[in-house]
């Protein structure tokens, strides 16, 4: 069973900021790692697939990198709306699996 | 716009049973893997169940494995979880979500409201 550890837990930072999200596959997901931004109340919101590509309506500010075990969800420039919680995904080995999130919180 | 209502949520004595629903609209539900993932109050996302788009095939986490029985009926668009044996550990929001891509690549690209499912005497 693959664990995906995402870090840091909170990331704390401006409007205009970068903000930069880590997740840590235990083992190879090749590029089979997805993105959601969860904001409280709400249905999580899938914003990146396939690691790196950015579902069509995705602000350009999101982007994901990494292959492997290491992935990154980079938001170039934090809007006032991003502030929110992140989970990342993995589908490539049974069973299904989500990071634990990491929280972006205005500082 | 495409949508997913999910309905059926409460309170459940432990030990009770109860069915989970999720309507689906302007989607092509009949060629789509489904899936329920739920969320426990101030906690992190869980994967739950699958079930192939023709309903053939179904998967499920070993949390629930045996006493949930994921379930579609492409002729009315909607989606089923049944819940049997209900645990304290099973209060969460449950959420129905559309997969997109295939079966490794891509994600969740459509997912439902919620519906809270609270297991308490």
């Known amino acids: 069973e693959i664990v995906l550890t995402q870090s840091p837990a909170t990331l704390s930072l401006s409007p205009g900021e970068r903000a930069t999200l880590s997740c840590r596959a235990s083992?190879?997901?090749?590029?089979?790692l997805a993105w959601y931004q969860q904001k409280p109340g709400q249905a999580p919101r899938l914003l990146v697939f396939?690691?790196?590509n950015r579902v069509t309506g995705i602000p350009a500010r999101f982007s994901g990198t990494g292959s492997g075990t290491d992935f990154t969800l980079t938001i170039s420039s934090l809007e006032p709306e991003d502030f929110a919680v992140y989970y990342c995904?993995?589908?490539?080995?049974?069973?299904?699996?989500f990071g634990g999130g990491t929280k972006v919180e205005i500082k | 716009q495409v949508q997913l209502v999910e309905s059926g949520g409460g309170v459940v004595q432990p030990g009770r049973s109860l069915r989970l629903s999720c309507a689906a609209s302007r989607l092509s539900f009949s060629t789509a893997g489904m899936h329920w993932v739920r969320q426990a109050p101030g906690k992190g996302l869980e994967w739950v169940a699958v079930i192939s788009y023709d309903g053939s095939k179904k998967y499920y986490a070993d949390s629930v494995k045996g006493r949930f029985t994921i379930s579609r009926d492409n002729s009315k668009n909607t989606l089923y979880l049944q819940v049997n044996s209900a645990r304290p550990e099973d209060t969460a929001v449950y959420y129905c979500a559309k997969e997109f891509g295939g079966p490794v690549s891509g994600g969740f690209d459509y997912w439902g409201q919620g519906t809270l499912v609270t297991v308490s005497s």
């Open positions: 396939d690691a790196s």
């Open positions: 083992q190879s997901i090749n590029g089979y």
């Open positions: 995904q993995q589908r490539s080995n049974w069973p299904p699996a």
